[in-house]
């Protein structure tokens, strides 16, 4: 073991001093890979020494996503304290079914969910999970969701017509659960928005009595606590009211930025969380963990065990359902996703958390003001939103993403809301400076510059 951990050591601080160096990796076109490097798989052992030459051929061809040039998703960065949480859940490796085989981790999660929702402001009825992804808790949501409306569906199958409510703007893993629950794409409801992507709650109770006349069954409504292209907040408040007098389940979807919860400043954001059925958020977005963090909340964890559990008397053989984390898992055997975060959480305190997020909305305004000041750019995102959608000099948004993926300058995006296509810069790593989002205009703009040419090859095709 310790010659292995003396090579990742070894791998990881080469890295490390590369990447500062050369914050992107070189791009290697997909149809070229297998040519690049050989990934192939032999019947014979290799060498070390031929062994530790193709791992780290691998390691520093691949995406670097923790770099000041990686603004291309919902998550970058590198939490060190976080980390040393991941790398020691690999080397222990338990399962966090039951306390038997996960012990003192148990209480590691059992800890962060009690924080959550305590800071909701839930009672001791509450509780939570995690689950490997936000599109995993949003899936565990629409499954309590459909149960709590008709509870003989997990024994008998669907068979009346169940109807979701949510936005356009909100996570295509809607629509998609939508599938595995046996609700149907069809029968996902798009809520308008307003001109910032926001849930409008005055169309909703109308489209509730259309489909309950067409014979349908209103169950949920999903809302999102910052969209995936503008980061829009959608009004909890008002929802709820419709959801409670019309007897739905409201989730909130905060996998990108329901870690506002940690903020004095931006918690208004999700004024009314409170309120809600069950809440979601992903740690590895906002709080800078490694993937995946992703953690679900419910106000009433008698849905968690009404759609989740299962007997298992192989299994559950010590400790009580309490402690025996399975019993409310969509998994079996899963990894302990808890402790990277118990980590961070642990070393920087509830006020370093707000920090960080607090970090990439200051980000945040440093980019829009940039794009504001500057007259080649127009702007399409709104404050209080960590992702600045913008145009420069009209040029196609996915032409600039495209060929400054293609030319390992930079890693960033492109979404569209409206009619409207734009580069999406994402502010969400918070070890990056001011300087940095910056620099990141100047590269761009350089790029641009140089490769006149290559622009107008591009329009032209
Ligand atoms: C990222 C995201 C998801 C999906 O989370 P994964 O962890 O990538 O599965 C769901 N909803 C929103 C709003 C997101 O931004």
Redesign the pocket.
């Known amino acids: 073991m310790k010659n292995t951990l003396d090579l990742f050591q070894r791998i990881t601080k080469e890295l490390l001093i590369d990447e500062k160096e050369h914050p992107v990796a070189n791009h290697i076109p997909s149809s070229e890979l297998f040519d690049t490097i050989d990934l192939s798989l032999k019947t014979d052992p290799l060498g070390e020494e031929e062994f530790e030459k193709v791992i780290k051929e691998l390691v520093f061809a691949s995406p670097r996503t923790a770099t000041k040039g990686f603004f291309n998703q919902?998550f970058g960065g590198r939490n060190e304290k976080a980390i040393l949480g991941e790398l020691l859940s690999v080397i222990l490796n338990n399962s966090m079914y039951t306390y038997k085989a996960a012990g003192a981790q148990i209480g590691v999660e059992k800890v962060i969910l009690r924080e959550i929702c305590n800071m909701i402001g839930w009672d001791e009825n509450s509780d939570g999970t995690l689950a490997p992804?936000?599109?995993?808790t949003?899936f565990m949501s629409m499954l309590m969701a459909r149960d709590r409306a008709s509870s003989e569906v997990s024994q008998q199958g669907m068979r009346q017509k169940m109807i979701v409510y949510t936005s356009k703007e909100?996570?295509y893993?809607i629509p998609k659960n939508a599938t595995f629950c046996g609700i149907g794409r069809e029968n996902v409801r798009y809520i308008p928005t307003d001109n910032q992507g926001r849930v409008v709650a005055t169309h909703l109770e109308e489209m509730i009595q259309q489909d309950v006349a067409d014979g349908g069954l209103p169950v949920m409504v999903n809302l999102?606590a910052?969209?995936?292209v503008l980061g829009a907040f959608d009004p909890i408040r008002s929802v709820s009211k419709i959801c409670k007098k019309h007897n739905l389940w409201l989730h909130v979807?905060?996998?990108?930025c329901g870690s506002v919860l940690f903020s004095e400043k931006y918690k208004h954001l999700i004024d009314g969380v409170e309120l809600v059925d069950s809440f979601s958020v992903?740690a590895?977005?906002m709080i800078g963990t490694p993937l995946?963090c992703?953690i679900i909340v419910v106000k009433d964890k008698k849905h968690l065990y009404d759609s989740l559990s299962n007997d298992a008397s192989y299994l559950y053989q010590t400790d009580h359902d309490g402690f025996n984390l399975g019993k409310t898992s969509l998994q079996c055997g899963r990894r302990n996703d808890a402790l990277k975060f118990w980590t961070l959480w642990k070393s920087v305190g509830t006020k370093g958390l707000e920090k960080i997020v607090d970090h990439q909305f200051a980000l945040a305004d440093t980019a829009r003001d940039y794009v504001r000041n500057h007259e080649d750019y127009t702007l399409y995102s709104h404050d209080e939103t960590i992702a600045i959608c913008f145009n420069y000099k009209g040029i196609p948004a996915r032409d600039i993403c495209t060929l400054l993926y293609e030319h390992s300058k930079l890693l960033v995006g492109y979404g569209s809301f409206d009619g409207d296509e734009f580069i999406r810069l994402i502010t969400i790593n918070a070890q990056n400076e001011h300087q940095d989002i910056l620099n990141f205009f100047q590269t761009m703009e350089q790029f641009v510059a140089e490769n006149v040419a290559l622009f107008e090859e591009e329009v032209v095709a």
């Open positions: 919902l992804g936000g599109s995993m949003n909100s996570h893993s999102t910052g969209t995936t979807d905060g996998a990108y992903n590895h977005k995946s992703s």
